[in-house]
């Protein structure tokens, strides 16, 4: 890179102009003084201005490169670098490399750093758009596209939510630049529920940003709620319909069955049996909210299930002669020990051979099956498959996904006149969880069903 010769004689003449200002005043004041005659004296100006033009030069044609490297440089071009001879260029030149190598530096870190708050903005697992002053969208996360859609940038909010609630607000905050939330469900298969968080940002962003727009799923929490209030309406009402039924006949009995022994002893028969349905329900609800708040904690220990069935078949041996039923225990022994706690498996089964045995055909057979299962757990640990298989008229498969759900009862007549709440599957799924196993269901109307319980085995 060679610097313009013209360029540089302009530069150079003011430069010894004023270098050699001083001397050339002294050599000519020292002629009129007569103490040196004028041709010397113009001749030592001539020499000193001379001097100063030969000295002066290389040095500003290497400050001239360089300058014309630098400004090359600022545009972003890679020009080649300048080899200075003198002292001063040499100094310069190293100074400017120290420039450059700390902006190159600079500029890697933030080209990191931006790289990383993209990586964030894009992993972050909430949906968050970027807005500008007019409502369109500067961009959004990775979440938000999963969601709704990819987002072309400037593209109105409303081509992806179609939310007056959310809309009104969303121009609410850009016109007084305060923040808000609003709740809003967004029509899809699993109806989706969400609260969105905006907030104004203090000053735009480069790419004209001014509000931030994140939505939270709330969808879970809402279900949980729903849930909550219709167990409460479920249980008062599972508790009202009993405790009714004594309190009329308490009346009775004080009023015009007083006398009356053969209505005594009937009402007395229903109020024990209401008394006990009660106390059934109450039990189960005691037993469920055990359940639930140990459901995450994993049980320690280890059970033999080939014992546990045994006991479970012995216990319901009784309830089933009464239905001339009959219980088939078929185990394919030996089985590994599994984990777990062995009163919380023989109530999982308890529930299950009472089930069959009272949904169950009279006279039929109700079999208990366990085996190693196949295939075994996703971490390939083994398991063992619990199968209680029954002969009744079978269940819709349109219910069979609800059946674990509290209170939920297929024939709420026939189950409350069997004694049944309407808690047994769902303290056997919870149980189930606990025990990080599995529960299938299968049945077929007019053949049976079958409720298969996998479990994991003890590993040597």
Not at 316 to 328: F, G, H, K, N, T
Not at 362 to 387: F, W, Y
């Amino acid at each position: 890179m060679l610097a313009d010769p013209v360029h540089i004689g302009r530069r150079l003449l003011p430069v010894v102009a004023v270098l050699s200002l001083p001397t050339v005043v002294v050599l000519l004041v020292l002629a009129t003084q007569g103490w040196l005659d004028v041709g010397p004296a113009l001749a030592g100006c001539a020499v000193t201005v001379s001097l100063l033009a030969v000295a002066l030069r290389p040095t500003l044609r290497e400050l001239a490169e360089i300058a014309r490297y630098a400004r090359v440089l600022g545009r972003g071009e890679p020009p080649p670098q300048p080899q200075p001879i003198t002292g001063t260029g040499s100094d310069m030149m190293v100074a400017l490399r120290q420039v450059v190598r700390a902006w190159h530096d600079q500029r890697d870190e933030l080209s990191a750093a931006l790289k990383f708050h993209e990586a964030l903005f894009d992993d972050l697992p909430s949906p968050i758009f970027l807005i500008d002053a007019q409502r369109r969208v500067v961009r959004c996360n990775r979440a938000a596209e999963e969601i709704f859609g990819r987002q072309p940038p400037g593209r109105d909010l409303t081509g992806s939510l179609r939310v007056p609630d959310l809309l009104e607000t969303l121009d609410r905050v850009l016109a007084e630049g305060s923040g808000d939330e609003v709740e809003f469900s967004q029509p899809s298969p699993d109806d989706r529920q969400f609260r969105a968080m905006i907030r104004r940002l203090a000053s735009p962003g480069a790419d004209g940003t001014v509000a931030i727009l994140a939505l939270h799923d709330i969808s879970a929490m809402k279900r949980i709620e729903q849930m909550r209030a219709d167990f409460v309406a479920n249980a008062s009402h599972e508790l009202r319909t009993p405790l009714a039924a004594l309190l009329g006949f308490i009346e009775t009995l004080r009023g015009p069955a007083r006398d009356d022994a053969e209505a005594r002893d009937r009402f007395l028969a229903i109020m024990q049996e209401q008394g006990e349905r009660m106390s059934r329900l109450i039990a189960d609800l005691l037993t469920l909210s055990r359940i639930e708040l140990q459901e995450y904690a994993r049980p320690e220990g280890h059970a033999d299930i080939a014992a546990v069935l045994k006991r479970v078949v012995s216990s319901q041996q009784l309830a089933a002669v009464q239905r001339r039923m009959e219980l088939v225990l078929d185990i394919a022994e030996p089985l590994p020990p599994l984990y777990g706690q062995e009163e919380d498996l023989e109530q999982i089964f308890q529930n299950l051979v009472d089930n069959a045995l009272k949904y169950g055909r009279d006279g039929t057979s109700v079999t208990i099956s366990a085996r190693p299962a196949e295939p075994q757990s996703l971490d390939g640990r083994p398991m063992v498959a619990v199968a209680v298989i029954d002969q009744g008229e079978g269940i819709a498969r349109q219910h069979l996904p609800r059946l674990t759900e509290r209170f939920f009862r297929v024939d709420t007549a026939r189950s409350r006149r069997l004694g049944g709440t309407g808690l047994g599957l769902a303290i056997v799924k919870h149980l189930v969880n606990r025990h990080r196993g599995q529960l299938s269901i299968d049945s077929r109307e007019g053949v049976g069903s079958s409720f298969t319980v996998s479990l994991p085995a003890k590993i040597n």
